[in-house]
C-alpha cells in the first residue's frame, strides 16, 4: 500500500545525543515537509523540500537538518538533542508543493529528551 | 503576522449536526485545507477551498469566505467515529500551510 512511512516509531534520548528520523514515501510525490506537533499548539513546519536535491527552513529550524538525495527519501537529524525537542514529528508529502495539493503524513515519531 | 483563530472544544450529539469555525489572517492565499487527527493518530485530508462558496463531500461539508477570512466545516449526522480533532489550514503566499492548534470535538452518544 502506498504512503509514508517512518522510523522510529518512538525515541527516548539523552540530551546531547545525536539523532536521525527516518522519512520514506513511495507516491512519487515531489514535495516532502517535517513538522513537530506540540500540545496546544498547530503543527509547525521545520524544514520542507520542494524537489530532490533542494531543501527549505521552516518557522522553527534551528536545531535540525535535513537532506534530500533521492524523491523517496527525507531524513531529519537532530545534532545535538536537547530537551525542548521533545514532541512528536510528523513527515508529511504531497505531488507537488503547490497550491491545492494534499498533504498526506506519516504516522509520526514521539521523541522524548531526557 | 499570521493567525488562525479555531475554538478549543466543542461538544455535539450523535446523529446531529455541528459546525466548526475558523477566522484567519495569513500574508496572502492559496486555499484553505481542512484535516482530521484522532488522538494520537495523523492527520488526515478532508477538504479543500479555495474559491468562495461551499463544497460538500458525503456528510462534511466546507465553507470559504476569501473577503472575511473565514472558512468553516460542517459535520452532518454525526457519528462517535468523528470525535477527533479537526485541523484549519489556509496556505500562504510561500505555499506553505499555516496551522491552527485545532478543535477537538467531542461526541456523546
Known amino acids: 500500500i502506498a504512503g509514508i512511512t517512518q522510523a522510529p516509531t518512538s525515541q527516548i534520548l539523552a540530551a546531547g545525543r545525536r539523532m536521525t528520523l527516518r522519512c520514506t514515501q513511495d507516491m512519487r510525490h515531489n514535495a516532502m515537509y517535517w513538522y513537530r506537533q506540540d500540545l496546544g499548539l498547530g503543527l509547525r513546519l521545520i524544514h520542507y523540500?520542494?524537489?530532490?536535491?533542494?531543501?527549505g527552513k521552516g518557522e522553527v529550524p534551528d536545531g535540525y537538518s535535513v537532506s534530500r538525495a533521492n524523491t523517496d527519501d527525507f531524513p531529519l537529524t537532530l545534532a545535538s538533542a536537547v530537551p525542548s525537542q521533545t514532541s512528536v514529528y510528523f513527515c508529511?508529502?504531497?505531488?507537488?508543493?503547490?497550491?491545492?495539493?494534499?498533504?498526506?503524513f506519516g504516522d509520526g515519531t514521539r521523541l522524548s529528551i531526557l | 503576522g499570521q493567525n488562525i483563530d479555531q475554538p478549543t472544544e466543542m461538544t455535539a450529539t450523535e446523529g446531529a449536526i455541528v459546525q466548526i469555525n475558523c477566522t484567519y489572517q495569513t500574508s496572502g492565499f492559496n486555499g484553505l485545507f481542512w484535516y482530521q487527527q484522532h488522538a494520537g493518530e495523523a492527520p488526515t485530508f478532508l477538504s479543500y477551498n479555495v474559491l468562495d462558496g461551499l463544497e460538500e463531500k458525503g456528510r462534511f461539508s466546507s465553507f470559504l469566505s476569501r473577503s472575511k477570512g473565514y472558512s468553516y466545516l460542517l459535520l452532518k449526522e454525526l457519528q462517535m467515529k468523528d470525535s477527533a480533532s479537526y485541523l484549519c489550514a489556509p496556505m500562504d503566499s510561500n505555499y506553505q500551510l499555516i496551522w491552527g492548534a485545532g478543535t477537538k470535538l467531542i461526541i456523546k452518544p
Open positions: 508529511a508529502s504531497s505531488f507537488t508543493g503547490e497550491a491545492g495539493q494534499p498533504q498526506h
Open positions: 523540500s520542494n524537489t530532490a536535491g533542494t531543501t
